[in-house]
């Protein structure tokens, strides 16, 4: 892991992102996803977030945008998606999607990082869509079962397995 911890990013200089026009895809035609694995500051709790239409918790991620950094992308989503102020901590790495393709879904490369949750906003961009809340290691782990990807990922954080 590196340590390329950066100051975090401010919500306020953000704006919501609407579409798939400035979507990134890879030479294989992946689509790109920036996310987070937001934990507390003494890395006892991740937050996962869960969608009201689909069940299931799942870190925030979304789509790597032309226009911004994989990292600045990461931010973005988790105050879009989990209304919080991060501190990115570490590169975590990518992940290829290992749930079977359906066959007019499009397969996807997550590129995850490790951050600090510094604070938690009252109102955020999807809001009224998601559900947020804060995790052990071991209820993420079971919570994060169809979705091992998402598990990998927190496996790479320096959460504590307590």
């Given at each position: 892991?590196?340590?390329?911890?950066?100051?975090?990013?401010?919500?306020?200089?953000?704006?919501?992102?609407?579409?798939?026009s400035?979507q990134?895809?890879?030479?294989?035609g992946?689509?790109l996803?920036?996310?987070?694995?937001?934990l507390t500051a003494?890395?006892?709790?991740?937050l996962?977030?869960?969608?009201?239409?689909?069940?299931?918790?799942?870190?925030?991620?979304?789509?790597?945008e032309?226009d911004?950094?994989?990292?600045?992308?990461?931010a973005?989503?988790?105050w879009?998606?989990?209304?919080?102020?991060?501190?990115?901590?570490?590169?975590?790495?990518?992940f290829?999607?290992?749930?079977p393709?359906?066959?007019s879904?499009?397969?996807?490369?997550?590129?995850?990082?490790?951050a600090?949750?510094?604070?938690?906003?009252?109102?955020?961009?999807e809001k009224?869509k998601?559900?947020?809340?804060?995790?052990?290691?071991t209820?993420?782990?079971?919570?994060?079962a169809s979705?091992?990807?998402?598990q990998?990922?927190?496996e790479?954080?320096?959460?504590?397995?307590t």
């Open positions: 892991m590196s340590g390329s911890g950066s100051a975090g990013s401010s919500s306020r200089s953000m704006q919501s992102r609407i579409g798939r400035k990134r895809y890879n030479s294989k992946e689509r996803v920036a996310g987070v694995v937001p003494d890395s006892n709790y991740v996962l977030i869960q969608s009201n239409r689909r069940k299931g918790w799942v870190l925030p991620k979304g789509g790597w032309s911004e950094t994989c990292q600045d992308a990461a973005r989503e988790a879009e998606e989990a209304g919080i102020s991060i501190q990115v901590d570490y590169d975590l790495g990518n290829e999607e290992k749930r393709p359906k066959s879904k499009e397969r996807s490369r997550y590129y995850f990082f490790q600090t949750v510094l604070s938690e906003l009252d109102d955020w961009p009224h998601r559900e947020r809340q804060w995790f052990t290691y209820q993420a782990m079971e919570t994060l979705r091992p990807e998402l990998e990922a927190l790479r954080s320096t959460m504590n397995r």
